[in-house]
C-alpha cells in the first residue's frame, strides 16, 4: 500500500487531495497546526491526523521518520497573499523555511531507509511576480513582488536544489484555482458568498479593490489532479499549471451576481481603495503546455461554470438553493 504524507490537509487543496486518496486505497497522513481545525474545515474522512507545525523543523522530521510516507504533498503555509503584507516574518518561516524543512526531513529519510520518497510542493504564479513575458511557463524569471511570492520563490527555488540531492521534489507553480471550499477570506469566495446574500436580502452591496486585475482562474479538483500526476511522474520536475485564460476581477463578479439572477449588477458593486494590495501584478496568465505534453493533464471545468458552482453552492447555504 502506498502511505501519502499531505501537509494543510484541512484546507482547499489539502482535503480534495486527500479525499481522492483515500479513495485509491493509500494510506493517508495529514499534519495539522492543532487538534481544533478552523471554522469551516475539517479533517477528511480516512485520514490519520498528526500535530505539527512546518516552523518545527525536528518535530516535522519526526512525522516523516514515524509515518515513511512514499509521497508527501506539501500544500500547507500561508495561503493568502494580503495576510503576508501583514506578517512577512511568519509567512517566510512557513512557507519558505518550513518547504526546506519539509524536502530535508524527506531526503533523511530516504538515505536512513534506501525507500525512495517523493515530494510534491505547492508552488504559485507569484513566484513570478511582474512576469517578463506572458504567458508564463516554466522558463519565467522568478522576481517576486510580495513577502508570500518570496516565500513560495524560495522553497521553489529549494526543490530545485534538493533534485541536485537525490530527491525528487516536483513543483506545481499553481495559478488561481477555486471551489465552493474557498474561505471567505478569498475575493472569490467573497464575491460568490455576496452573491448569495444579495439575492436573499434582495439588495446590498460588495465592496472590493481594483476591478480590472485579471487572473487565470481554474478548478482545484483539476489542480489537484495534476499535483498527484506530477509526484508520480517518472522524473521530477516543475510544471506551469493553469488554463491559459484570464478574467478580471470585474467579470468574476457580474458572473457572480448573474447567477444569482442579479442583472444589474453593478448597482451591487463598489470600490474601495483599502483593499487595493501594496503590489499586484495587473495579470496573470500561465502556460501549461508542458503539464498537458508531459503529464497528459488538462483542465476540466470552464470559468463560467467555476464561478456557478461557487454561487450555487453558497445560494443553498443562504436558503436560496
Known amino acids: 500500500m502506498t502511505t501519502a504524507l499531505v501537509t494543510g490537509v484541512t484546507g482547499q487543496?489539502?482535503?480534495?487531495?486527500?479525499?481522492?486518496?483515500?479513495?485509491?486505497?493509500?494510506e493517508v497522513?495529514?499534519?495539522?497546526?492543532?487538534?481544533?481545525?478552523?471554522?469551516?474545515?475539517?479533517?477528511?474522512?480516512?485520514?490519520e491526523v498528526h500535530v505539527g507545525d512546518l516552523r518545527d523543523a525536528e518535530g516535522v522530521a519526526r512525522i516523516v521518520q514515524d509515518v515513511r510516507p512514499d509521497e508527501i504533498y506539501n500544500l500547507g503555509g500561508?495561503?493568502?497573499?494580503?495576510?503576508?503584507?501583514?506578517?512577512?516574518?511568519?509567512t517566510g518561516s512557513v512557507s519558505g523555511l518550513g518547504a526546506v524543512a519539509l524536502f530535508e526531513a524527506a531526503r533523511r529519510a530516504q538515505d536512513s531507509s534506501g525507500r525512495p520518497?517523493?515530494?510534491?510542493?505547492a508552488s504559485s504564479a507569484e513566484i513570478f511576480g511582474s512576469p517578463d513575458r506572458t504567458p508564463q511557463d516554466e522558463q519565467t524569471s522568478v522576481r517576486p513582488l510580495s513577502p508570500y511570492g518570496a516565500a513560495k520563490a524560495y522553497a521553489h527555488q529549494s526543490a530545485a536544489v534538493y533534485r541536485g540531492r537525490g530527491l525528487a521534489v516536483s513543483t506545481c507553480?499553481?495559478?488561481n484555482h477555486e471551489s465552493p471550499r474557498r474561505p471567505e477570506s478569498f475575493v472569490t469566495r467573497k464575491i460568490t458568498a455576496a452573491a448569495a446574500r444579495i439575492a436573499r436580502d434582495g439588495g446590498g452591496v460588495v465592496t472590493l479593490g481594483r476591478l480590472d486585475v485579471r487572473r487565470d482562474w481554474g478548478w482545484a479538483p483539476d489542480y489537484v489532479d495534476a499535483m498527484v500526476r506530477a509526484v508520480r511522474h517518472a522524473e521530477a520536475d516543475d510544471y506551469v499549471v493553469a488554463t491559459g485564460a484570464t478574467h478580471s476581477v470585474e467579470d468574476f463578479v457580474r458572473v457572480a451576481l448573474q447567477r444569482a439572477g442579479i442583472e444589474d449588477w453593478r448597482s451591487h458593486v463598489e470600490v474601495d481603495q483599502r483593499f487595493v494590495r501594496p503590489a499586484d501584478a495587473a495579470e496573470q496568465v500561465g502556460d501549461a503546455s508542458r503539464?498537458?505534453?508531459?503529464?497528459?493533464?488538462?483542465p476540466t471545468v470552464g470559468f463560467d461554470e467555476i464561478v456557478g458552482r461557487m454561487v450555487d453552492h453558497d445560494l443553498a447555504l443562504a436558503g436560496k438553493g
Not at 487543496?13 to 493509500?26: H, I, N, Q
Open 117 to 121: 520518497v517523493r515530494v510534491l510542493q
Open 78 to 90: 500561508i495561503s493568502s497573499v494580503a495576510y503576508s503584507w501583514d506578517h512577512p516574518v511568519e
Open 291 to 298: 503539464a498537458r505534453s508531459v503529464l497528459g493533464w488538462a
Open 173 to 175: 507553480v499553481l495559478y
Open 29 to 47: 497522513h495529514g499534519i495539522v497546526h492543532s487538534t481544533s481545525t478552523p471554522a469551516g474545515t475539517s479533517v477528511p474522512e480516512g485520514v
Open 13 to 26: 487543496d489539502g482535503s480534495y487531495l486527500a479525499e481522492r486518496l483515500v479513495a485509491e486505497g493509500v
